[in-house]
Nanobody, 123 residues
Framework: QLRLVESGGGLVQAGGSLRLSCAAS????????MGWFRQAPGKERVFVAA????????KYADSMLGRFTISRDNAQKMVYLQMNGLKPEDTGVYYC????????????????WGQGTQVTVSS
């Protein structure tokens, strides 16, 4: 499994931007599809975005489409989530995840997880 470490979370006002980063180590990074998920207090972990291994095909949750951008750098073993136009409902812990294979949108499909980074959006 990949070892994943997220960074870049913080407190931001509504309408602001943040860029999350995820550093990977372990198995060959380019063999893993990568995803971002969010978990708000008392709620289930939900899909945010995912990116494929080498073609960099992306998928987004409907509520993030047009505001968030996922990207990756296979040489640096990094994945990023650029978040613009943040809303209070975007608040939660953001988790970086990886799965050996094609991209997926359900948490159970991913076998590698980071510890998460807190994002708080104030109104």
């Amino acid at each position: 499994q990949l070892r994943l470490v997220e960074s870049g979370g913080g407190l931001v006002q509504a309408g602001g931007s943040l860029r999350l980063s995820c550093a990977a180590s372990g198995p060959p990074f380019s063999t893993y599809a990568m995803g971002w998920f969010r978990q708000a207090p008392g709620k289930e972990r939900v899909f945010v975005a995912a990116i494929s291994r080498t073609t960099f095909t992306t998928k987004y949750a409907d509520s993030m489409l047009g505001r968030f951008t996922i990207s990756r750098d296979n040489a640096q073993k990094m994945v990023y989530l650029q978040m613009n136009g943040l809303k209070p409902e975007d608040t939660g812990v953001y988790y970086c995840s990886g799965r050996a294979g094609i991209i997926a949108t359900t948490p159970g499909a991913y076998e590698s997880w980071g510890q998460g980074t807190q994002v708080t959006v104030s109104s």
